[in-house]
C-alpha cells in the first residue's frame, strides 16, 4: 500500500540534546518526501523536504535524508530547543494529487 | 505576501446542521486542497480542485463536498453534521513547479456537539 508510518511519541528530551524522529513509507517508485511541523494552535509549516533517493533536506538545523534502501526519511537535529516543540509530521506524495500523511509524533523539550 | 487564509477560525455546530468553510490561496496559485485533521492523527485528504475543477477526491462520503471559485478561492461544505466531524479543517494552496509543494492555511477548528 501506499503509507508513512512515524516513530509513536511523545517524545520528551532535555534542551540541548540530540533529536530523530524515525520515518519509514511504502510506495511504488520514488515519491517526493516531506517534514511539516505544527505549534499549538496553528496549521502545518513545511520544515523540509527531499524530492528524489539520496536527497538531504535541511532547515533550521534539522534534517532528513532520502533513503531508499530502508525506504526511511528520519528527522534529526543535534541540538534541540525548547522552542522546537511541537507535532512533527512525515508525508509522501501519492500520485499528483494529495499528501500522505504518518500520525504524528508530539515532541516536547525541557529546559 | 499573504499566506493561505481560511475562515472561520472557529465553528460550532450541532448534529445534522450543514457547514461552509472558506479558503482563500496563496497569490497566484491555482490549485487547493482541503484535510481533515482529527485530534491527535495526521491530516487525511480530502479534495484537491485545479481551475475550478475537481483532480482529486479521498475516502470521505458524500456528504463532503467543495468547489472552487474562478478567483481560486474555495469552500468546503459538509452536510449533516455528525460528531465524528470534529476536526480541524485544512486548506491548503499549491504551487505547482518544480513539484506539488503545499502550504498550509491555519485550519478551521469545527467542533459538532
Known amino acids: 500500500g501506499n503509507s508513512v508510518t512515524q516513530m509513536e511519541g511523545p517524545v520528551t528530551l532535555s534542551e540541548e540534546a540530540f533529536l530523530t524522529i524515525n520515518c519509514t513509507y511504502t510506495?511504488?517508485?520514488?515519491?517526493?518526501l516531506f517534514w511539516y511541523v505544527q505549534y499549538p494552535g496553528e496549521g502545518l509549516q513545511l520544515l523540509l523536504k527531499?524530492?528524489?533517493?539520496?536527497d538531504k533536506g535541511s532547515n533550521k538545523g534539522f534534517e532528513a535524508t532520502y533513503r531508499k534502501e530502508t525506504t526511511s526519511f528520519h528527522l534529526e537535529k543535534g541540538s534541540v530547543q525548547v522552542s522546537d516543540s511541537a507535532v512533527y509530521f512525515c508525508?509522501?506524495?501519492?500520485?499528483?494529487?494529495?499528501?500522505?500523511f504518518g500520525q504524528g509524533t508530539r515532541l516536547t523539550i525541557n529546559p | 505576501d499573504a499566506g493561505v487564509t481560511q475562515s472561520p477560525t472557529h465553528l460550532i455546530k450541532t448534529r445534522g446542521q450543514q457547514v461552509t468553510l472558506r479558503c482563500s490561496p496563496i497569490?497566484?496559485?491555482?490549485?487547493v486542497s482541503w484535510y481533515q485533521q482529527v485530534l491527535g492523527q495526521g491530516p487525511q485528504f480530502i479534495f484537491q480542485?485545479?481551475?475550478?475543477?475537481?483532480?482529486g477526491r479521498g475516502n470521505f462520503p458524500d456528504r463532503f463536498s467543495a468547489r472552487q471559485f474562478p478567483n481560486y478561492s474555495s469552500e468546503l461544505n459538509v452536510n449533516a453534521l455528525l460528531l465524528g466531524d470534529s476536526a480541524l479543517y485544512l486548506c491548503?494552496?499549491?504551487?505547482?513547479?518544480?513539484?506539488?509543494?503545499?502550504?498550509f492555511g491555519p485550519g478551521t477548528r469545527l467542533t459538532v456537539l
Open positions: 491548503a494552496s499549491l504551487k505547482q513547479s518544480p513539484y506539488n509543494e503545499q502550504f
Open positions: 508525508a509522501r506524495v501519492q500520485g499528483a494529487q494529495k499528501l500522505v
Open positions: 510506495a511504488t517508485g520514488y515519491p517526493s
Open positions: 497569490s497566484g496559485h491555482k490549485s
Open positions: 527531499a524530492t528524489k533517493a539520496d
Open positions: 480542485y485545479y481551475e475550478k475543477e475537481e483532480r
